[in-house]
């Protein structure tokens, strides 16, 4: 258990209103990541964080924003949500990226829906 | 075309069968390889990792690799009720990421 909490666990919003979902990490890894998971997708990157204020998007980042302000915290905001971002949302981190050994660990997942 | 593909399934077994998962990947230059476990309602957790090709087992569960064909498998032995999860694949194309599988959704019927 790598200690990772995300908040909040569930959440229903509707169309057009901003969302932020957090990710705590006890671990003081370096790189953390945000997924969204969809039926018949599996896990899709939405954004990662390499360090404090470095960030970089993934393959499905449009209309999805993240900050990193401290090593522990990395945030995912949805500007305006819709109805295509209703899905289960993980957060992961990993040691550092000198090794692909190095396992990503995952957050229990928030279930957000957006009406 | 996607890193990595697989059969979203859903699988349904009957205890003590084997479990035969599978998957494929785009490019032959990949060379880890790794299978995640994700029990209902919780995050995914590593299960097992595979470098370059051949085999690695651990109990009653075995991953493979051939690089000739793309192909990478997971079976379980002797399934078990408590292993009725969803095992995704996932490719390391480089360091720090990682391409999942869909996954497929195992139940081991007792």
Known sequence: DAGITQSPRHKVTETGTPVTLRCHQTENHRYMYWYRQDPGHGLRLIHYSYGVKDTDKGEVSDGYSVSRSKTEDFLLTLESATSSQTSVYFCATKLDGGSRLDTQYFGPGTRLTVL | ?110
């Open chain 2, 1 to 110: 075309q996607k890193e990595v593909e697989q059969d979203p399934g859903p699988l349904s077994v009957p205890e003590g069968a084997i479990v035969s998962l599978n998957c494929t990947y785009s490019n032959s230059a990949f060379q880890y390889f790794m299978w995640y476990r994700q029990y209902s309602r919780k995050g995914p957790e590593l299960l097992m990792y595979t470098y370059s090709s051949g085999n690695k087992e651990d109990g009653r569960f075995t991953a493979q690799v051939d690089k000739s064909s793309k192909y990478i498998s997971l079976f379980i032995r002797d399934s078990q009720p408590s292993d009725s999860a969803t095992y995704l694949c996932a490719i390391s194309p480089n360091d720090y990421k990682l391409s999942f599988g869909a996954g497929t959704t195992v139940t081991v019927r007792a």
